[in-house]
């Protein structure tokens, strides 16, 4: 596919540094929850539109957000992530190649077998969008544009991206962002005085939620997060057997993206700038991947004519060089 | 989608690409040579010297990759592999995240600006676009739609089937450093012993 040579990589920081700052907050914040609390469950439902939340004994999404880490069980996490999801699928929708979509099921599946946490219902999605973005949601939503697919040599370079999103997942970023974006009162303020004179709390507390959801894709994740999961993508890539250096291949184009680019805005905007990821990314391999060798099949190869798949080419393992 | 097929065909289309790597003859970027180093004859640091190649020196790219190394030219016309480590951007500047283009978006995104203008993100009003931050401010929920991507699901097992047919194997790789993070990297979460690569006792899971 085309493949922009006009690229320019450029950062915006995807942090969370205004609820970082406004920590103090947390305790006016604190309040807002008790109000938001005797509204009693339900909030779930709010967002879903309908579907009951599942174990709601008062324990809404908000007040859920408040609580330590330890507190979010894996089915929350997971509740929480499907209306993340609902969100990204209510922007773009998924694209319609259900061959592709498999694949990229497949694909990602594979990957998240070689993560800490192998056993979470993974849901994989293309979305019909051509730009260039990638977003994970909590409990194992994973979605990527058709953009980027497109604009992906090979699949090794897929692979380093659905591994540095799958690190997201779990390391429960977007569910630490989401939390610290509550506790600090981000969208929950403008709350505190409405919230006593209106009938219409529902829908506020709806609207907060949402406010709370947009945020994390929008503003973006910690500098600190997107580190790791540059890091921990290209071990977790290695070890489901792609070429280690599918994801420093595509910061390299990423790093020429200029910033005006229509396609990336949002991923510049939200991710530290390419060349800090793979001076980075450098530091911590050093040159011990380079021997590794390892799949470099091509998406188009995976996706084959008809249904006959190629088997992969065996990548040559390349002389091991000495580390450092 | 079949997997398991692996006729004449499918042999000819691997040995084919085994044989012509990636190719997009439109991908012609300059790049600067980070450090001294060697231009080799092969994507391999036993590759032979085909020259010389002198830090911040400009390096036209190719698309060929090879592992660690992909295919350059310098300006005196010779042609070879550089490791990617060995590359930085065209402007010379060692960090990219100091240059001014970047710090234009940077206020946008919020660490100075502390504003939530989720619609303040994108910029350009010509062609075609990508979803971007006011496509998310506007969304409303689709629950039905994960729904529906839930069905697309796949489990451990067939997840372990495609790979077999894709000649993938689950290996163990050499622990990676955790070297600190780079100084402009605020936005440490407080919370959360595990989240923090810099923290010496951080492992990933």
Known sequence: ?324 | MNWQHRGALAVWLAFAAWTAPVVNAQAQESAVIKRATQLRNAPSDTGASVAPLEANSVVTRSNERQGAWTKVSTQQGATGWVHMFDLGPQTGSANASNNSATSGLRGVGGLFGGNSGATTTATSTVGIRGLGAEDIAKAQPNPAAVGQAEGLRVNADQARQFAQSASLHARDVPAMAQPALPSSGTGNRSGGSSGNPSDPNYSPN
């Open chain 1, 1 to 324: 596919m085309h493949r922009n040579s006009g690229w320019k990589r450029c950062a915006g920081v995807a942090t969370l540094f205004a609820a970082l700052a406004a920590a103090p907050l947390a305790a006016h914040s604190q309040n807002v929850m008790n109000i938001l609390n005797s509204l009693g469950g339900g909030l779930g439902s709010a967002i879903t539109g309908g579907k009951p939340a599942p174990a709601a004994q008062g324990d809404d999404l908000i007040s859920l957000l408040t609580q330590s880490m330890e507190n979010i069980d894996e089915a929350k996490e997971i509740e929480i992530g499907r209306q993340l999801a609902a969100l990204l699928l209510g922007a773009k929708p998924a694209h319609p190649d259900m061959a592709l979509q498999r694949y990229v099921n497949r694909l990602g599946r594979w990957i998240s077998l070689q993560s800490p946490r192998p056993g979470l219902p993974w849901t994989f999605v293309v979305l019909d969008d051509p730009g260039y973005n990638a977003f994970a949601a909590p409990g194992g939503y994973v979605f990527v544009t058709k953009g980027l697919i497109d604009r992906c040599a090979d699949e090794s370079e897929l692979a380093g991206i659905l591994a540095h999103e799958i690190t997201h997942v779990t390391s429960k970023h977007h569910l630490q962002a989401i939390r610290q974006s509550a506790m600090a009162g981000v969208g929950t303020q403008l709350l505190a005085s409405q919230i006593r004179t209106s009938n219409m709390a529902g829908q506020l507390v709806k609207d907060q939620l949402l406010s709370l959801f947009r945020t994390v894709y929008t503003k973006g994740l910690s500098q600190s997060d997107e580190f790791e999961a540059d890091r921990s993508g290209v071990a977790m890539a290695a070890k489901a057997g792609f070429d280690p250096y599918g994801l420093v291949s595509v910061l390299q184009q990423l790093r020429t993206v200029t910033p005006d680019n229509p396609m990336f805005t949002l991923t510049m905007s939200t991710h530290p700038a390419a060349q800090a990821r793979l001076d980075y990314l450098e530091q911590s391999m050093g040159r011990q991947l380079d021997g590794l060798g390892g799949s470099r099949a091509t998406i188009a190869q995976r996706l084959g004519s008809g249904n006959n798949a190629p088997p992969a080419p065996a990548a040559r393992p390349t002389p091991a060089k000495k580390a450092g």
